[in-house]
């Protein structure tokens, strides 16, 4: 059983800061997943997509997650990681690219043996 959160994470623990171009969060996300090529993902029809990790805080709870985002074939497909508990959004974002590469989420086969829902689910790519 995971313990009560006392108080949520801080804002700056998963929230980007203010005024941070599109090109720096990209390059944050490639600097956290190792570089840009480890962010590539295969989709279940063998397509590729470019992947991301995001942060969403919960309403009304003390708990924010992160999920692998993608978006293939018009659709925005996401994967629940893990909360986040660490004191700075690098360390994060680090934690969370290393759950992708342990656990090879960035093939079909390495979601499909993950323990997390997959919303929505990726129906249009097997068929």
């Known amino acids: 059983m995971v313990p009560w959160r006392q108080t949520p994470i801080p804002d700056s623990a998963w929230r980007p800061p203010i005024g941070v171009s599109r090109n720096d969060l990209q ?23 470019t992947g991301r990790v995001v942060f969403k805080a919960r309403p009304r709870t003390r708990r924010t997650y992160t999920y692998l985002m993608w978006s293939h ?38 979601r499909e043996r993950w ?3 997959v919303t929505p689910p990726e129906t249009e790519d097997r068929k």
């Not at 996300?29 to 029809?45: F, I, K, M, N, V």
């Not at 360390?91 to 969370?96: E, G, I, R, T, V």
């Open 115 to 117: 323990p997390r829902a």
């Open 73 to 110: 074939a018009g659709i925005r497909h996401e994967l629940l990681l893990s909360e986040a508990t660490a004191r700075t959004r690098d360390a994060n974002l680090d934690h969370a690219w290393k759950l992708v590469h342990d656990h090879a989420l960035l093939t079909p086969a390495g």
């Open 27 to 49: 390059a944050e996300q490639d600097h956290a997943a190792g570089e840009r090529r480890r962010r590539r993902l295969t989709t279940t029809s063998g397509a590729t997509a």
